[in-house]
């Protein structure tokens, strides 16, 4: 199952009998059965699954190797899945043995890929009975078997029309130094495969995570890792079944049961951000000249592409920038406050001045700066908010501002600023009927322009309250909210700004009641109406975050956003092309905002800050813009 750049895989671990190759294949056809309604593009079983990873020294034995033979090629006559299935045997060249993995699709054998590093210690012998595949791989490039000549050694298997690619590494080779894994990731493998066969002992499940985790991390990679199960334990050890699917550094995909019953486990791997994170990553690109290797042989593979719903193995998130852990809140609000205090400590001063509106920003910010005072021993009093209502200001959001400065218990000042906006607008000959931009922001500049001031005359600094989805989006005035001298809010999406005000509301009981007033309060600028409402002039913020993720850390295209939008937020075709739309067209168009904003710190995986991630100049055009209209 293959469709909008999500790839199917699976990994297996059947019942098994060891030394009996026909039965292990009927055991895997049955599996293969079973995953029919899944449809997955590759599926892996484990190591030696043909005739048994614990056959000891009948492997010598010439009647199991023609037996093994045998079963695979029933194998081959009546396997009717369409995908790609990888499973374990052993082939003999020149009366050497090599423990080897079949790639095959269909009823061909695509490749043959042998094991190098091969174990000697504790419960495993396996230089007593194999060679390993390292020198051979190098000479020999394809064998004979069921009258084909099918290609052997280093290989990575291709599909050009989707450009996935993956190789294949046999349990030890994963453990090793430098396994082969790493150099047919850096050779262009998106996915690895490791049929394995791993005996359970305590602890060892978690070197298996840390491994398979690392390799997907370092290499933008997804880690594809399947045992053999308890059916084929002997007297001596029990095996783990232990399956993983890993991307990206993260687990999609576990099974850690110890079971005598077949078994499946599924992910879908995102094929199109592993190739976004590759062209991103500076590292992957100087792996190209240290680990080139032209001996690895390039092996075509068929991928159908599903035009019907993609079923996902688990439900996408509608909310990818939310941290789901405790312990991520903790270390956004740490991030926040460290980065406020090492820059009054490099200036030499120990106040601020900021803008509170009874919005969900400014009441972050000023929670967090109430938090870094309080743990930096900095005097609260030294806090210095000021809410500035105007026309449109409503009492609700007016009197949440002033109650929350007062418990919170900073100097704090109503400063109403009616009567010096009106006197702007006549200044510049604005009709005060005409609600328009201009008229909104000559209140956003008078109000930066008075906390500037007021910092001057304190000795203080101007902390800045827009968030990432602003800053995306451009919603803010030039010069007005747009300008600060340090701003606290800009690494974080106002998805993630209003669940960590809700987080405070366990820091900081004492104003919990207020904070839940503000979170309850439609966001709004107050500056034309009241009842001004900001997500029916840009759109729904949880969407727009949900775009700017995809966009910018998974590099998704604006066809994909779209599907992913109808899938995720159950929007129709039309309102989520006018979304993805209505973001580019903001995002692009507002970059010369992002080229002048103060400066910020990095709190997530990505940063709108143009000294370090954003690299675009202000006058960039969108080239699909009209093609996506």
């Given at each position: 199952?293959?469709?909008?750049?999500?790839?199917?895989?699976?990994?297996?671990?059947?019942?098994?009998?060891?030394?009996?190759?026909?039965?292990?294949?009927?055991?895997?056809?049955?599996?293969?059965?079973?995953?029919?309604?899944?449809?997955?593009?590759?599926?892996?079983?484990?190591?030696?699954?043909?005739?048994?990873?614990?056959?000891?020294?009948?492997?010598?034995?010439?009647?199991?190797?023609?037996?093994?033979?045998?079963?695979?090629?029933?194998?081959?006559?009546?396997?009717?899945?369409?995908?790609?299935?990888?499973?374990?045997?052993?082939?003999?060249?020149?009366?050497?043995?090599?423990?080897?993995?079949?790639?095959?699709?269909?009823?061909?054998?695509?490749?043959?890929?042998?094991?190098?590093?091969?174990?000697?210690?504790?419960?495993?012998?396996?230089?007593?009975?194999?060679?390993?595949?390292?020198?051979?791989?190098?000479?020999?490039?394809?064998?004979?078997?069921?009258?084909?000549?099918?290609?052997?050694?280093?290989?990575?298997?291709?599909?050009?029309?989707?450009?996935?690619?993956?190789?294949?590494?046999?349990?030890?080779?994963?453990?090793?130094?430098?396994?082969?894994?790493?150099?047919?990731?850096?050779?262009?493998?998106?996915?690895?495969?490791?049929?394995?066969?791993?005996?359970?002992?305590?602890?060892?499940?978690?070197?298996?995570?840390?491994?398979?985790?690392?390799?997907?991390?370092?290499?933008?990679?997804?880690?594809?890792?399947?045992?053999?199960?308890?059916?084929?334990?002997?007297?001596?050890?029990?095996?783990?079944?232990?399956?993983?699917?890993?991307?990206?550094?993260?687990?999609?995909?576990?099974?850690?049961?110890?079971?005598l019953d077949s078994s499946?486990?599924?992910?879908?791997?995102?094929?199109?951000?592993?190739?976004?994170?590759?062209?991103?990553?500076?590292?992957?690109?100087?792996?190209?000249?240290?680990?080139?290797?032209?001996?690895?042989?390039?092996?075509?593979?068929?991928?159908?592409?599903?035009?019907?719903?993609?079923?996902?193995?688990?439900?996408?998130?509608?909310?990818?920038f939310v941290p789901k852990?405790?312990?991520?809140?903790?270390?956004?609000?740490?991030?926040?406050?460290?980065?406020?205090?090492?820059?009054?400590?490099?200036?030499?001063?120990?106040?601020?001045?900021?803008?509170?509106?009874?919005?969900?920003?400014?009441?972050?910010?000023?929670?967090?700066?109430?938090?870094?005072?309080?743990?930096?021993?900095?005097?609260?009093?030294?806090?210095?908010?000021?809410?500035?209502?105007?026309?449109?200001?409503?009492?609700?959001?007016?009197?949440?501002?002033?109650?929350?400065?007062?418990?919170?218990?900073?100097?704090?000042?109503?400063?109403?600023?009616?009567?010096?906006?009106?006197?702007q607008l006549d200044v510049?000959?604005?009709?005060?009927?005409?609600?328009?931009?201009?008229?909104?922001?000559?209140?956003?500049?008078?109000?930066?322009?008075?906390?500037?001031?007021?910092?001057?005359?304190?000795?203080?600094?101007?902390?800045?309250?827009?968030?990432?989805?602003?800053?995306?989006?451009?919603?803010?005035?030039?010069?007005?909210?747009?300008?600060?001298?340090?701003?606290?809010?800009?690494?974080?999406?106002?998805?993630?700004?209003?669940?960590?005000?809700?987080?405070?509301?366990?820091?900081?009981?004492?104003?919990?009641?207020?904070?839940?007033?503000?979170?309850?309060?439609?966001?709004?600028?107050?500056?034309?109406?009241?009842?001004?409402?900001?997500?029916?002039?840009?759109?729904?913020?949880?969407?727009?975050?949900?775009?700017?993720?995809?966009?910018?850390?998974?590099?998704?295209?604006?066809?994909?956003?779209?599907?992913?939008?109808?899938?995720?937020?159950?929007?129709?075709?039309?309102?989520?092309?006018?979304?993805?739309?209505?973001?580019?067209?903001?995002?692009?168009?507002?970059?010369?905002?992002?080229?002048?904003?103060?400066?910020?710190?990095?709190?997530?995986?990505?940063?709108?800050?143009?000294?370090?991630?954003?690299?675009?100049?202000?006058?960039?055009?969108?080239?699909?813009?009209?093609?996506?209209?």
């Open positions: 199952m293959y469709s909008h750049g999500f790839l199917k895989v699976a990994a297996a671990s059947p019942v098994a009998r060891v030394g009996d190759p026909l039965f292990n294949v009927k055991e895997m056809l049955k599996v293969l059965n079973t995953i029919e309604e899944k449809k997955p593009s590759i599926i892996c079983f484990p190591e030696m699954g043909i005739p048994g990873y614990s056959i000891g020294d009948l492997i010598f034995q010439k009647y199991l190797y023609e037996d093994s033979l045998e079963a695979i090629n029933y194998f081959l006559k009546n396997n009717n899945y369409d995908g790609v299935v990888i499973f374990g045997s052993y082939i003999i060249i020149n009366d050497a043995i090599y423990n080897c993995c079949f790639v095959s699709q269909k009823n061909k054998i695509l490749g043959i890929v042998p094991k190098n590093f091969l174990p000697h210690t504790n419960e495993f012998y396996e230089s007593r009975w194999f060679a390993s595949g390292s020198m051979i791989s190098k000479e020999v490039k394809s064998v004979n078997l069921f009258g084909e000549t099918i290609p052997f050694g280093k290989i990575i298997f291709e599909n050009r029309l989707y450009d996935v690619t993956f190789g294949a590494e046999i349990c030890a080779d994963m453990w090793a130094p430098m396994s082969p894994s790493e150099t047919l990731f850096s050779n262009g493998a998106l996915m690895v495969f490791n049929p394995s066969a791993s005996p359970i002992c305590i602890g060892k499940s978690d070197y298996r995570r840390m491994l398979t985790k690392t390799m997907s991390f370092k290499f933008n990679g997804a880690y594809i890792y399947a045992s053999n199960n308890a059916s084929e334990s002997t007297s001596e050890v029990v095996f783990s079944g232990h399956k993983i699917i890993a991307e990206a550094g993260s687990i999609i995909s576990e099974d850690e049961k110890i079971s499946v486990i599924y992910g879908d791997i995102d094929i199109d951000k592993l190739h976004y994170l590759r062209r991103n990553n500076s590292y992957y690109k100087s792996s190209q000249d240290m680990t080139r290797d032209i001996d690895i042989l390039k092996v075509s593979f068929d991928l159908t592409y599903l035009n019907d719903e993609f079923h996902f193995e688990k439900e996408l998130d509608k909310f990818p852990v405790k312990r991520e809140f903790e270390e956004i609000i740490n991030i926040q406050i460290a980065s406020v205090i090492k820059r009054l400590e490099y200036i030499g001063i120990k106040k601020v001045v900021l803008g509170v509106s009874g919005g969900l920003d400014s009441t972050l910010a000023l929670l967090s700066l109430c938090y870094a005072f309080d743990k930096y021993g900095y005097d609260r009093k030294n806090i210095l908010g000021f809410t500035m209502p105007s026309f449109a200001t409503s009492a609700n959001t007016l009197n949440n501002s002033l109650e929350l400065m007062k418990k919170l218990n900073i100097t704090y000042k109503e400063i109403p600023i009616h009567d010096m906006v009106s006197s510049i000959g604005q009709n005060r009927e005409n609600k328009d931009t201009t008229y909104e922001n000559v209140q956003a500049r008078y109000r930066t322009l008075t906390l500037m001031n007021i910092a001057n005359k304190e000795k203080a600094i101007v902390i800045g309250t827009g968030d990432m989805s602003e800053i995306a989006l451009g919603w803010s005035t030039f010069n007005g909210d747009h300008m600060a001298m340090y701003a606290i809010n800009a690494g974080l999406p106002k998805t993630v700004v209003k669940e960590v005000v809700n987080y405070y509301c366990d820091v900081y009981p004492e104003v919990s009641s207020v904070i839940k007033r503000i979170l309850e309060t439609p966001i709004t600028p107050e500056l034309a109406s009241s009842s001004q409402s900001t997500e029916d002039i840009i759109g729904k913020y949880e969407i727009n975050d949900f775009i700017l993720y995809h966009f910018l850390v998974n590099g998704d295209t604006s066809d994909r956003i779209e599907y992913l939008l109808q899938r995720v937020m159950n929007l129709d075709n039309d309102v989520a092309k006018e979304y993805v739309y209505n973001f580019n067209k903001r995002f692009y168009s507002q970059q010369y905002k992002r080229l002048t904003a103060p400066e910020s710190v990095k709190i997530l995986d990505i940063s709108l800050s143009p000294r370090t991630e954003i690299r675009l100049n202000g006058d960039i055009y969108y080239s699909r813009e009209k093609k996506n209209r």
